[in-house]
């Protein structure tokens, strides 16, 4: 037994997969690097409290935080329905709602503008729900990027809860909903933090959709991802890595949270 | 077995993906790079073609706002010709020792830009400043149309009023065309050349000759190109009798011309 781990360890095989991780690393390390060295301190604490890239965190705190909380609320029901309900059609549902998970960014982004010069989007904007080139726009773009993902991550979450302990619940006089709310809620509560923080990472780096919805007008629309493309096309490189800095910071925030809570579980 | 076949399959893909991946080095020495306004997209692809049958030299466009081409030749110090859509971004061009040589191409005219039946009821510059137009204009810094429509409308005296009116500004012109064709504006300022060909979406109102500022869209070769014969080349095919009879036909007027003389 020890002969063979021993074998196994000095292996050519266990040579060639460590030495292909740590290149990758490597890679990764080294775009990361680039970016962060290449303007002068200087330069970066000037950029970073520019009003444009001020504005651009803002709009991209506010945003994203709207969309997430929209995401989760929504996500939450509709994630429980296709975990715990038999609905009809199911796994056509059950695509479908993966569909934007798998369709590019940009995509969905032109579905969107089109979606607005239809009679009923114009009848949205009479009303005074204007999406395209608006803040308001921003938030719905990364919505409907982002909710499938979410609620996959959600109701998966419910998949691992036991069924169970809501019947418990159920026949010591709970009703369905109270159960939900007092037993799988609670107990699904890593699982929905996760998600919440990944969910908000990804619409904080939103670009695609949020570039055909809603435009890139200079201090009206512009997020951190809008603004690296704006400052990028316009040659200031200073002002395009201030917001990547600002956008690599929060990837590491939200992974640091995101292991810390989901427990280990793979989506 | 079949796992084996497998494995042969994706690594003869594998292979042959990475042997006829686009090289986009420009070793061979017939190929040129053309930053090129991305307004000027129609009359110039038409023009590149003609050029590569007449002279076997494979033309590769970059089309972007102005302002835009002008940060990627300073990045990458890397392209033959730069044609951006007014001179403004062409003299910092020639400022910063980019240009050896240059031609001036055709007249660029800008316009009022209003979607299909004119919503709004413009009928004038002054028309963009009245409360509730929702007016779309071009970035100033990426594209030559956002900055000369800031001019016009500064020279106007109106600029302060429009810029309330503006829902949105873009990094090209192309753009502005296609957001006032889908009426997510009411009207915008454009270059009258890119209204050839969408006249059944857009309509265009001419702005008086005294309150317009007419530009000419210049053609200049790039201090570091490596094929500098077959950049000059192209700029005088570009500035021929035959290049210039299809700017003709795309709805510019060619330089000179005495209309715009003075």
Known sequence: MKSTRAKLKGSKFEALTVFLTLLLVAFILAVLVCIISYTTPQDFLQSITSHEIQFAIKLSLLTSIISTALVIIIGIPIAYSLARYNIPLKSLINTLVDLPLALPPLVAGVGLLLFFTTPLGEALEDVGLRFVFSPLGIVLAQFLVNAPFTIRVLRSTFENIDSRYEYVAQTLGSSPMRAFLRVSLPMSKGGILAGSVITWSSAMGEFGAVLMLAGATRLRTETLPISIYLNMLCGDLDMAIAASSVLIFISFLSLFIFEKYSGGHAY | ?262
């Open chain 2, 1 to 262: 077995m079949n796992r084996k076949n497998t494995f042969r399959a994706l690594s003869f893909l594998l292979v042959a993906g990475l042997y006829f991946f686009p090289q986009s080095s420009s070793a061979e020495g017939d190929e040129l790079l053309i930053y090129c306004g991305a307004g000027l997209k129609n009359p110039m692809d038409e023009i590149g073609e003609l050029f590569e049958d007449r002279y076997g030299v494979k033309v590769y466009y970059n089309y972007a706002g102005s302002g835009q081409l002008l940060s990627q030749m300073q990045l990458t110090k890397k392209g033959d010709v730069y044609m951006p859509g007014a001179t403004y971004y062409f003299d910092i061009a020639k400022d910063k020792g980019f240009i050896d040589y240059q031609k001036p191409v055709a007249y660029h005219i800008p316009v009022i830009a209003v979607p299909e039946g004119n919503p709004a009821n413009i009928t004038s510059l002054d028309d963009l400043a009245k409360p509730g137009s929702r007016v779309i204009l071009g970035d100033p810094r990426a594209c030559a149309i956002g900055k000369l429509a800031d001019e016009i409308l500064e020279k106007r005296g109106i600029f302060g009023e429009v810029k309330k009116n503006v829902v949105a500004r873009t990094a090209t012109v192309n753009e502005l065309v296609l957001y006032v064709s889908i009426r997510k504006a009411d009207a915008s300022i454009v270059w009258k050349s890119l209204l050839v060909g969408v006249e059944d979406k857009v309509d265009a109102i001419e702005i008086p000759e005294e309150q317009n500022l007419i530009k000419i869209i210049p053609i200049g070769r790039l201090t570091f190109s490596e094929n500098k014969d077959k950049a000059g080349e192209f700029m005088d095919f570009v500035t021929s009798d035959e290049g210039r009879a299809v700017l003709s036909n795309f709805g510019y007027t060619p330089y000179p011309d005495e209309k715009y003389a003075g």
